[in-house]
């Protein structure tokens, strides 16, 4: 008997390592963020770090200021929720879930003024970040990622 | 009453004595030819039971000859039982576990090198994807969005271009 669970262990432990993954719930963060070039730049917040070089890189801002924020943890892949900022809403309604990623509707929203819609699938592994209006000398950003 | 021949074939052999003896000797034609032939006889049986007879073994050769048979007996016994046990070991329970583990692991290496394969043509899918982005035309009717992706952080963008400019008193929390 000790024989045959000797061989039958590794091939269970092989079968179970081959398997995919099962999922839990997730939690996807969702921020409105200005981006700005000042003399003294404040440090990114904790959530930007991930994508600090990539934001710098091709938004050309040296500070990153978050301004509304939401994280929601997702269960069935269909919640909705809202980040908000003073004068601005960002809309995130999920519309289902995949293996890989989450079918997203966004809308950001000026003060009751619809500025942008779009549809995404937003991957696991892969943040979204979207430009938004001019404000001031900056710029605002949409960035969601999933934790 | 025995015959001639009888007689003649005791005489040969030794085995007449007295008055039988000399009564038989007597009775022969021919005296010396009798005892020459007789005596050719007894040399012709002598050779013949020198060669023809039973040789009888000594005491080494008998027991050597028990062991070579006995060792024979063996080796064909050990022989028939190894052949019954190439037979029956094939399909033992050890034999059946081991080929369905085998096949199992040969399922799982296949299995593996196929989504192994797979992946780099999926790695789309582990990229965020737009599938499509409006503005409002009346806000901003100058406005295009375009989309690239990143692909050394994995991000995508949307970026928008021509949206309306906004105060710097929207930024604030």
Known sequence: ?147 | MKTFEEKWTTWVDGQLSGRELAEFEASLPDKAAAEAEKAEARKLGKLLKNELGVRALTNEEFFSHQLREKIAQEQASRRFRGRRTETSTWWTIPRLLWTGTVSIAVFVICTVLVMHEKNPSEESQYLTQILNARVDPVVSPNATVSMFEVKQDRVTVLWTEGLQSLPADYAAK
Not at chain 1, 59 to 67: A, D, E, L, M, R
Not at chain 1, 96 to 121: H, Q, R, W
């Open chain 1, 1 to 147: 008997m000790g024989g045959v669970s000797a061989y039958l262990i590794p091939v269970v432990a092989l079968i179970l390592s081959a398997t995919p993954g099962l999922k839990g719930a997730e939690t996807v963060w969702s921020g409105l963020v200005i981006a700005e070039n000042v003399a003294e730049p404040q440090p990114i917040p904790a959530e930007l770090t991930r994508i600090e070089g990539s934001l710098k890189k091709f938004f050309g801002y040296n500070q990153f200021q978050v301004i509304g924020q939401s994280q929601k943890t997702l269960k069935t892949g269909q919640e909705d929720w809202l980040a908000t900022s003073k004068f601005f809403g960002l809309h995130v309604d999920a519309r289902g879930e995949s293996e890989a990623n989450y079918v997203l509707n966004l809308k950001l929203y000026k003060e009751k003024e619809l500025l942008l819609e779009t549809d995404a699938k937003l991957s696991k592994r892969s943040p979204l970040v979207i430009k938004g209006p001019q404000v001031g000398s900056g710029q605002l950003l949409l960035v969601l990622v999933v934790q």
